[in-house]
């Protein structure tokens, strides 16, 4: 099994884990609860000491159905978040769609954009992350999130996700961006029905012949919630499906994912260190 580096974030020698701060006020699964930046702060170095590797810090929603913010108010929700927690050593990362934001966040001190759009949303994107040289997460995007679930179609998920990331990849090489900066994610719930999803999931194997490290965000997602239906067959909330998320990231790290990003970070950084024991890779005392 591959192990995967990406210059200037950690190498840990197993699958990272990226621990969530939302800065808004209607993510699906946390809205408002990390809205005030200083919270937002104290939120994602509590994440670093429950074992997150990285802090994605984001601004604006993508949950299905959700407005897009101003320029202005995403700035304003990210910027001073992001500072600080790089002024204290934590790796962070920028969950944006715009470049301006991105060319901002880097500024403050991030080390990684994760783009949910790969560089569709916002043609200036890859010109950006290629001037600053920090990593960049290229996820499968078909369109916004008020249409998205419209475009889940497919005939073989894994091989078109695959074909329509190795276009994305390629469009961003072609601008500027290096190999060594790219992160790939298949992009569960982006435009997929929950059979897309885990079909992807057990497609990571196909996934990596892309040749990139694969980022991994299963967490608290509705297929999720779904699977654990109540006999009546209403969903499980989605703060109850951290266990599930939790079996999905030692799966995902036992089939060679680079990275899983969760809300719930401890337990979820005791399952990778799990993972790397059964190939090897962690130390047994």
């Known amino acids: 099994m591959t192990t995967w580096t990406v210059p200037g974030l950690p190498d840990a020698g197993r699958c990272l884990v990226m621990g969530v701060v939302n800065v808004t006020p209607d993510s699906f699964s946390d809205g408002g609860q990390w809205f005030d930046p200083d919270v937002a ?35 304003r929700r990210v910027e001073p978040v992001i500072r600080a927690l790089a002024q204290e050593g ?82 961003v090489l072609a601008e500027g961006v290096s190999e060594e900066q790219i992160i790939v994610d298949p992009g569960l719930g982006f435009a997929k029905k929950s059979e897309h999803n885990w079909s992807l999931l057990a497609g990571i194997g196909e996934l990596g012949r892309l040749g990139y490290p694969i980022i991994i965000g299963a967490s608290r997602k509705r297929f999720l919630g779904r699977l654990l239906a109540d006999p009546e067959g209403t969903p499980r909330p989605f703060s109850g499906s951290d266990d599930a998320t939790l079996a999905v990231t030692a799966l995902a790290a036992h089939a060679g994912a680079w990275c899983v990003r ?22 047994v005392r």
């Open 41 to 75: 702060i104290r939120h994602g170095l509590d994440l670093v000491e429950q074992g997150a590797d990285l802090v994605d810090v984001g601004g604006e929603s993508t949950r299905p159905g959700a407005a897009r913010v101003s320029l202005a108010e995403e700035l």
């Open 262 to 283: 969760v809300h719930h970070v401890r337990p979820n950084a005791d399952a990778v260190r799990v993972a790397a024991a059964w190939h090897g890779r962690e130390e």
């Open 90 to 171: 934590v790796t962070v990362s920028v969950d944006t769609m715009r470049a301006e934001v991105a060319e901002a966040a880097v500024r403050a001190g991030a080390r990684l954009v994760n783009d949910v759009s790969g560089g569709l949303a916002d043609p200036a994107m890859p010109r950006v992350v290629a001037a600053s040289g920090v990593a960049y997460v290229v996820m499968h995007w078909r369109g916004h999130s008020h249409d998205m679930d419209n475009r889940a179609i497919y005939s073989d998920v894994v091989g078109e996700v695959s074909e329509e990331l190795r276009k994305r990849v390629d469009s």
